[in-house]
């Protein structure tokens, strides 16, 4: 109920505020719905089902054995477990643009970052193989399985409500950044949280873009021990990717579907 509650809001108040007025084209429409619906409908309850058995069968004297260890331990050590694979798996997905061997995990990602606006249906523009292979689902299905479902709970909600923020069209960290005082402060916060900023940093080019940088989801702070942490002055000049985007239907079904059809961003 929160998934909804919340993602709608944000999504309604975007919508009556006219964030999303003429910013898509056919290509988007058909990207995005597609993304959301065959994610809800194939890829997360496939997931669900093959790691509910998988870890049985893999994992069976794990079963249950956090379940007497603190709620908030446990939530605050899968977190840095779920931000370290994360961290690793998304910045070598953007690795494989120039890496042959990586150029298929590349490709997968590629259709979340080839929309060319902010808003929060770009939390739904995942292309459903990219779904099975991110390291949030199989965390929290961990954490599941090792007796805490109310740490697990907590990580959904967590990431589920952060991802909104951080992709929505609502740049209030502008304000706060500017701040003479505060904004020192919020700078320095940024160097371990993820801020709307540094995402929408993330999914831009140009001037303050920059897709190479900043690969964390909720916490920055392997960016900054890494040394791919970018904190931006401003917005990025551009949201997307440069150059015309591959056809919807590689988009949505890659790898099943290669070089199909023409580029699609004028559709």
């Known amino acids: 109920m929160f998934y909804l509650a919340f993602g709608l809001s944000v999504l309604g108040l975007e919508i009556a505020l ?6 898509y084209t056919r290509a988007d429409w058909l990207v995005n719905l597609l993304c959301a619906g ?8 496939v997931l669900a089902i093959a790691l509910a058995n998988g870890f049985g069968l893999l994992l069976p004297g794990q079963r249950n054995m956090l379940a007497h260890d603190p709620v908030w331990v446990v939530f605050a050590v899968m977190l840095l477990v779920d931000e370290f694979l994360f961290y690793w798996v998304h910045r070598l997905s953007h690795q494989g643009r120039n890496k042959k061997w ?16 902010m808003t929060t249906l770009l939390v739904f523009r995942i292309n459903p193989v990219w779904t099975l292979i991110q390291p949030p689902a199989w965390v929290i299905a961990v954490t599941l399985y090792m007796g805490q479902p109310m740490a697990a709970a907590l990580l959904a909600v967590t990431e589920y409500a952060w991802n909104v923020v951080t992709h929505s069209n609502f740049r209030w960290d502008d304000a706060v950044r500017r701040a003479p005082v505060v904004g020192r402060m919020f700078r320095l916060a940024e160097h371990v949280f ?8 993330h999914h831009g080019f140009g ?14 702070v392997f960016d900054t021990l890494f040394g791919t942490l970018h904190v931006p002055q401003g917005r990025p000049w551009r949201y997307g990717l440069p ?15 290669r070089g199909a059809g023409r580029a699609a961003d004028s559709e």
């Open 194 to 201: 993820v801020s709307p900023g540094l995402h929408h940093t």
């Open 243 to 257: 150059g015309k985007n591959p056809h919807w239907s590689e988009e949505v079904f890659y790898p099943l579907v």
């Open 18 to 23: 006219g964030r999303h007025r003429g910013i």
């Open 207 to 220: 001037k303050d873009g920059a897709n190479y940088r900043n690969f964390g989801f909720i916490l920055s």
């Open 102 to 117: 990586l150029t298929w995990l590349w490709k997968l990602h590629r259709t979340h970052h080839s929309g060319k606006y």
């Open 38 to 45: 065959i994610g809800s409908a194939v890829s997360r309850p």
